[in-house]
C-alpha cells in the first residue's frame, strides 16, 4: 500500500488528453514539492515533473503537472502511442521523514 | 553530460550481502546528494534512502534501518550501496539517482537477484 495514491492504469486514444492524480496528505504532498517520473517498458525512470509543475529541458510542452492541497496531477495532451509508459508521483514525507511514491499509473495509448 | 554509471547485476544467496556502485561524471559529485531507489519484478518504485557524498551523511527509510550501508570513494566520485542480510524479497532493480527533491538522472540500474 503506497503512501501516496495513483490509479492503477488508464488508456486513451492517441490525440487525446489524459490526467493522473496523485492523493496525499498534509505531511507530504501538502507540504513539499511534488515530482513525476515516466518509465517507458523496460526502461529506466526519467524525471517529467518537478517542484510541482517545472518541465526540465527534454520534457515536452505536451506534459504538464499542477498541485492543489494535498493531491497533485500530471496531464497529458496530445496522446502519442510512444507515450505508453508507467508514471510515478514522488514527494518526501515529514512525518515519515522517507520519500515516497505513488503506487505507479500505466498508461495505455490505444 | 551528467551520467550515473552502476556496477552489473550480482546473484546472491539468502543472507549474504550485496554492494552496488554507481560512478557519477559530468557534474562535482559533491554538490547532489545521490538517492538510492529499488524496483521488484513487476512492482513500483521504492526509496531505500540518500547519501550526501560531502560529508557521508544519511538517511534511510524505516523499513531498511540496520540492513542498509551507504559510503562513498570521492578520488572515483563513487557512490555505495551495501544491502546486508539479503532475503528472497530484496530480488529488484536497484537504481541511484542524483538529487535533492527530485532526481534527474538515474543510473541504468543493477538487477540484483537473491536465491535460496
Known amino acids: 500500500q503506497s503512501v501516496l495514491t495513483q490509479p492503477p492504469s488508464l488508456s486513451a486514444a492517441p490525440g487525446q488528453r489524459v490526467t493522473i492524480s496523485c492523493s496525499g496528505s498534509s505531511s507530504n504532498i501538502g507540504n513539499t514539492y511534488v515530482s513525476w517520473y515516466q518509465q517507458l517498458p523496460g526502461g529506466v525512470p526519467r524525471l517529467l515533473i518537478y517542484?510541482?509543475?517545472k518541465r526540465p529541458s527534454g520534457t515536452p510542452a505536451r506534459f504538464s503537472g499542477s498541485k492543489s492541497g494535498t493531491s497533485a496531477t500530471l496531464g497529458i495532451s496530445g496522446l502519442q502511442t510512444g507515450d505508453e509508459a508507467d508514471y510515478y508521483c514522488a514527494a518526501w514525507d515529514s512525518r515519515l521523514s522517507e520519500v515516497v511514491f505513488g503506487g505507479g499509473t500505466k498508461l495505455t495509448v490505444l | 553530460q551528467v551520467q550515473l554509471m552502476q556496477s552489473g547485476a550480482e546473484v546472491k544467496k539468502t543472507g549474504a550481502s550485496v554492494r552496488v556502485s554507481c560512478r557519477a561524471s559530468g557534474y562535482t559529485f559533491t554538490e547532489y546528494y545521490i538517492h538510492w531507489v529499488r524496483q521488484a519484478p513487476g512492482r513500483g518504485l521504492e526509496w531505500l534512502g540518500w547519501f550526501n557524498p560531502k560529508n557521508s551523511g544519511s538517511k534511510f527509510a524505516q523499513k531498511f534501518q540496520g540492513r542498509v550501508t551507504m559510503t562513498r570513494d570521492m578520488s572515483v566520485s563513487t557512490a555505495y550501496m551495501e544491502l546486508t542480510s539479503l532475503r528472497f524479497d530484496d530480488t529488484a532493480v536497484y537504481y541511484c539517482a542524483r538529487g535533492g527533491y527530485y532526481f534527474d538522472p538515474w543510473g541504468q540500474g543493477t538487477l540484483v537477484t537473491v536465491s535460496p
Open positions: 517542484d510541482n509543475d
